[in-house]
């Protein structure tokens, strides 16, 4: 159980992160603990074979409706190939809040959710080896409780503005498991260090701790390799890239100038979390669970494109387009320089390009 000092003002807090929501969805319930817990699947269509499953946890106070609609998981779900699993937080002290281990209760919350992912494996096709959660706010918080409970069964885990409580940093995580963690320096209700900016109290691990306890868990050695995304729109935000060398993969996206927001469109700002996201769990896995790819970088845009992209080439080499089936839709031998790739007569939806240096994603929206 946390210490009452580091309760402080808990209602304050949430009521900082309450977003009220009015849409609608269709909405599902699984039994667990005596109370029908909802959820909603977005998940891509005619799909037989299995496919991996991202989690999306919100945050304290919000419902899936809502996110739903702002994130539009129906899209992302087929623009991956991934079955997305938006589950609902119950009320606690009148608002909707995981429990992530910030305060005392007996909801068990991370058994219900990898029940309810084993209950809906076969009617979704859900491969059990690449199952993904990502989380923001207080979703975030669960998010790394879901890795501290269960890495053993979780291919990958993306928090996002969400820190390690007190309660869970006591614990030792059952398994390494595939981390990336994403905070904006300018995040006042989150913050980078652990506190809460508005209210003056601490929240949980600082960014640097959290960093240094999967850095433990995951068997890491040395100082990050750093590398600065592009740099493509005027939104007053740089996103840093830290990648550790680690027995299982960690890495950092420090969002200098970022608040406590969601980025989520290519459109807008230099990068969007989504992408980011997919982006790090398919090194790992394409749309089978099984396939590797390698883990460097790719300088592409713009992204999204209309069906014509350019990319950074130090060296004269081959370059590979490849759908989500696995399939090689363009080979192209490109020189050093700056290439341009055609995708224009490829239907709408997310491909891979691959070189020796390093794989990218690119979505092609007509």
């Not at 269709?26 to 799909?47: H, K, S």
């Not at 899209?75 to 609902?88: C, N, S, T």
């Not at 890239?241 to 970022?258: A, M, N, P, W």
């Amino acid at each position: 159980m946390m210490k009452a000092t580091r309760l402080f003002k808990f209602g304050a807090i949430m009521a900082l992160f309450s977003i009220c929501g009015t849409l609608f969805a269709q909405i599902q319930t699984f039994p667990w603990q005596g109370t029908n817990r909802e959820y909603l699947v977005r998940a891509p269509q005619g799909v037989e074979k299995p496919v991996p499953v991202l989690f999306f946890l919100h945050g304290l106070g919000d419902n899936i409706t809502r996110v739903d609609s702002e994130y539009n998981f129906q899209q992302i779900a087929e623009d991956f190939g991934w079955v997305i699993l938006v589950p609902q937080a119950l009320p606690q002290s009148g608002f909707t809040m995981w429990n992530a281990g910030m305060m005392s209760s007996n909801i068990d919350d991370s058994g219900f959710l990898m029940a309810l992912v084993d209950s809906l494996a076969e009617p979704y096709h859900i491969n059990l080896d690449s199952v993904f959660f990502t989380g923001f706010s207080m979703g975030g918080f669960m998010t790394h409780r879901m890795a501290i409970e269960h890495g053993d069964r979780i291919a990958g885990c993306a928090p996002v503005s969400g820190l390690i409580t007190f309660a869970m940093s006591e614990l030792n995580p059952v398994s390494p498991v595939r981390m990336l963690h994403i905070h904006g320096t300018s995040d006042n209700v989150v913050n980078y260090d652990g506190t809460s900016q508005v209210f003056g109290g601490t929240l949980g691990l600082s960014v640097e701790a959290i960093l240094e306890y999967w850095q433990n868990a995951n068997s890491c050695d040395g100082e990050p390799e750093i590398d600065t995304l592009p740099d493509t729109h005027n939104d007053g935000l740089r996103f840093i890239r830290y990648t550790y060398d680690c027995g299982t993969e960690l890495e950092h996206i420090k969002v200098v100038g970022g608040t406590h927001t969601w980025y989520h469109s290519d459109a807008q700002y230099d990068a969007s979390y989504m992408n980011l996201i997919h982006e790090f769990f398919t090194r790992k896995v394409i749309d089978d669970g099984v396939t590797e790819i390698p883990t460097g970088r790719l300088n592409i845009w713009p992204n999204p494109t209309q069906g014509v992209f350019n990319m950074e080439v130090e060296e004269t080499s081959t370059v590979e387009v490849i759908d989500v089936q696995g399939r090689v839709v363009v080979r192209q031998e490109v020189q050093s320089g700056t290439a341009c790739i055609d995708l224009s007569g490829m239907p709408e939806g997310v491909y891979f390009v691959k070189r020796e240096s390093g794989t990218a994603k690119v979505i092609v929206a007509k």
